[in-house]
C-alpha cells in the first residue's frame, strides 16, 4: 500500500503506485484543460516583496512529462525559467567533487569502482595527499567540495571519512578555504550519520541510482548496496542522525525514466510529510563511458531533449530544492539547463583519485568521463558572459541555515536578500585572489552592474563596504 509517511521504502516508493501514476499520466497527457490547470498551480505567486511557489505532486509532473504537445513543452520551458529567476535569480553555486578512494566492494555495474574490476588501480589518499589535493582546489578557487569514496568497511571506513573532513576543514592555505564539506558515501547507520554531522558536514548526498527495486536488485548483484529498503531508507537515518540537508538524485539510464521521475518525487514527498522538509538537492546524473563501462549496453539512455524536460519539471515541481549538474554534461547541455532551473554545477572536476594534484587530467582511476574540461577560471568566466552570477557562497551553512529554517527562509522568499550580496562577495574574493586578468575585467564589470540589484538599501551599502574591504585584504564576510 502506498503510504507516503510509511519509514518502509517499499511503501513510500510503492512500486504500484508509480504504475499508476504512470498510467494515469498517459491517459491524460492531451488533456489540455487539465495541463493548463497544473500549470497554473505551478505559477509563482507574488505577494508583496514575498514569492510563493506550490510546487507539483508526482501525478502532476507525470502528466506534464508525458506531454508532446510542443506547445505545452515551451509553456513548460517558461515556467521552469520563471520559477529559477524568482528563487534563484542569475546565481550559479560553484564547487568540485574530492575523490577520496575507489576501494569498493559493491558490485554496481554501472561503475568502474565496482569490486569484480580487477584491472582498475586501487587508491586512497593519505591525508598528506588530502592536504595536497586541499591545496591544489584552493588554489583554483574552491570553498565547496563534495567528498566522494567508494564504501569498503576496512580500507574506508567512517573513521577515515571523518579523518579527511578534519583535515579539509584544517587546512588554509594562502587565502583559500574550504568553508562547506558535502558528503557523498555509502548508506550507512544512524549512528554513523551523527558523526558525519558533528564532524561540520553540509549536505549528505546518495544517489538512489534507480528507485525500480527489480532493477535495483539486479544492478547491484553484489556487496551491501544490493539491500534495495537499506539504500533507500538512509536519508530518513540520516534525518533522524540530525543531518537535515540531504541530496537525492537519480542515474538516468539505467530504468525508464519517466518511474524514476515520479518515484523520485514520491521521495521528495516522504521526506517532507515526515520529517518536514525536502531534500535539499536533487542531482540528475546520466550514465557515462567510464573504465569498463558502455553507456550504450543501457537500454534505457535518454535524449538531450528528454533530459532538458526532466530539468525543467524538476524545477517546476519542487521549487526549493536546488538542482545539481556536473561535469558528465557537455558545455552547451549545462548552457541550456542551467536557464531552466539548475543551481549548482560543478567546475574542472577531476574524478579520480588524486587527479587535481597532476598536471595532466589522469584518466586511470576516473569514476566517470568529463565531459566539460575547462579550466575554473575558465568555467566562471563563461557563466558571467551567459549572464549568470558565479557564486561560491557558503553562508547559510555556516549561519546555521540549514534544514527547515533554511526551507522557511526560503519559502518566504527571504533568502533572496542574502543570495546576491554573498554571491558578489564570493566572487569578488574569487577575482581578487584567483582570476586571469580577462577573467577579473568581466566579473568586475558584472559587480559593478549587479550591485544595483540588491534592493535594500542598507544591505547594498554593507555589501559595497565589504567589496572595498575585500580589495584591502580582508575576507569571508556573509549576510
Ligand atoms: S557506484 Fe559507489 S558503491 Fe557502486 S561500485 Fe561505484 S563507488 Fe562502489
Ligand atoms: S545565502 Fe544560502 S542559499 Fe543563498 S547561495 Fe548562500 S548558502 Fe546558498
Known amino acids: ?40 498551480k505551478a505559477r509563482p505567486v507574488r505577494n508583496g516583496k514575498q514569492v510563493h511557489c506550490e510546487g507539483l505532486s508526482h501525478e502532476e509532473a507525470s502528466i506534464l512529462l508525458a506531454c508532446d504537445d510542443k506547445s505545452v513543452i515551451d509553456k513548460i520551458y517558461k515556467l521552469a525559467e520563471e520559477i529559477k529567476k524568482a528563487f534563484y535569480g542569475n ?7 574530492l575523490y577520496l578512494s575507489n576501494y569498493c566492494i559493491n558490485g554496481c555495474v554501472y561503475c568502474p569502482y565496482h569490486a569484480k574490476n580487477t584491472h582498475i588501480p586501487r ?25 566522494e ?20 576543514y584544517s587546512i588554509k592555505h594562502k587565502n583559500g578555504a574550504i568553508r562547506r564539506v ?10 554513523n550519520y551523527r558523526k558525519l554531522k558533528d564532524a561540520g558536514i553540509g549536505t549528505y548526498i546518495l544517489f538512489q541510482e534507480t528507485y525500480h527495486k527489480e532493477s535495483y536488485e539486479k544492478l547491484h548483484p553484489t556487496g551491501p548496496k544490493h539491500n534495495y529498503a537499506y539504500h533507500t531508507e538512509a536519508m530518513d537515518r540520516a534525518m533522524e542522525g540530525g543531518i537535515d540537508d540531504v541530496g537525492l538524485g537519480v542515474l538516468f539510464g539505467l530504468e525508464r ?45 535518454i535524449d538531450d531533449e528528454t533530459f532538458t524536460k526532466i530539468v525543467a519539471l524538476t524545477r517546476i515541481a519542487v521549487p526549493y530544492t536546488g538542482i545539481i549538474i556536473s561535469t558528465r554534461e557537455t558545455e552547451q547541455v549545462r548552457e541550456k539547463l542551467l536557464k531552466l532551473g539548475v543551481s549548482q554545477v560543478s567546475g574542472a572536476s577531476r574524478t579520480s583519485v588524486g587527479g587535481y594534484t597532476q598536471e595532466e587530467r589522469p584518466t586511470d582511476t576516473e569514476q566517470f568521463n568529463v565531459s566539460d574540461q575547462r579550466t575554473l577560471d575558465e568555467v566562471v568566466k563563461w557563466l558571467m558572459e551567459q549572464g549568470h552570477i558565479p557564486s561560491f557562497c557558503t553562508a547559510c551553512y555556516r549561519e546555521g541555515r540549514t534544514g527547515d529554517r533554511f526551507m ?13 550580496p554573498n554571491a558578489l562577495i564570493t566572487l569578488k574574493e574569487f577575482l581578487e585572489d584567483y582570476a586571469t586578468a580577462k577573467t577579473k575585467k568581466v566579473g568586475e564589470a558584472l559587480i559593478e552592474k549587479e550591485i544595483n540589484n540588491v534592493p535594500n538599501e542598507k544591505v547594498r551599502e554593507i555589501l559595497m563596504g565589504n567589496l572595498k574591504e575585500i580589495e584591502n585584504g580582508s575576507r569571508d564576510f556573509r549576510f
Not at 521521495?267 to 558502455?294: F, M, N, Q, Y
Request: aromatic residues 6%; charged residues 25%; hydrophobic residues 40%.
Open 257 to 301: 525514466y519517466k518511474y524514476e521521475f515520479a518515484a523520485l518525487l514520491m521521495h521528495a514527498e516522504h521526506l517532507e510529510a515526515v520529517h518536514g522538509v525536502g531534500p535539499h538537492t536533487i542531482s540528475v546524473p546520466r550514465v557515462k563511458k567510464a573504465d569498463d563501462i558502455d553507456p550504450n549496453a543501457f537500454d534505457n539512455g
Open 182 to 191: 558535502n558528503v557523498n558515501i555509502a548508506a550507512t547507520t544512524v549512528e
Open 1 to 40: 500500500m502506498y503510504n507516503k509517511k510509511s519509514m518502509k521504502a517499499e511503501e513510500f516508493i510503492n512500486h504500484e503506485e508509480v504504475l499508476r501514476t504512470l498510467d494515469y499520466a498517459e491517459k491524460n497527457k492531451n488533456n489540455l484543460e487539465l495541463i493548463d490547470k497544473i500549470l497554473n
Open 123 to 147: 587508491k586512497k589518499l593519505t591525508q598528506e595527499e588530502v592536504k595536497a589535493e586541499v591545496i591544489a582546489l584552493q588554489d583554483m578557487g574552491h570553498k565547496r567540495l563534495a567528498i
Open 149 to 168: 569514496s567508494g564504501e569498503d568497511p576496512v580500507n574506508n571506513p567512517i573513521e577515515y571519512i571523518l579523518e579527511c573532513i578534519k583535515t579539509i
Open 408 to 420: 522557511s527562509l526560503c519559502k518566504t522568499g527571504q533568502i533572496q536578500n542574502c543570495c546576491h
Open 91 to 97: 546565481r550559479i553555486v560553484i564547487f568540485a567533487p
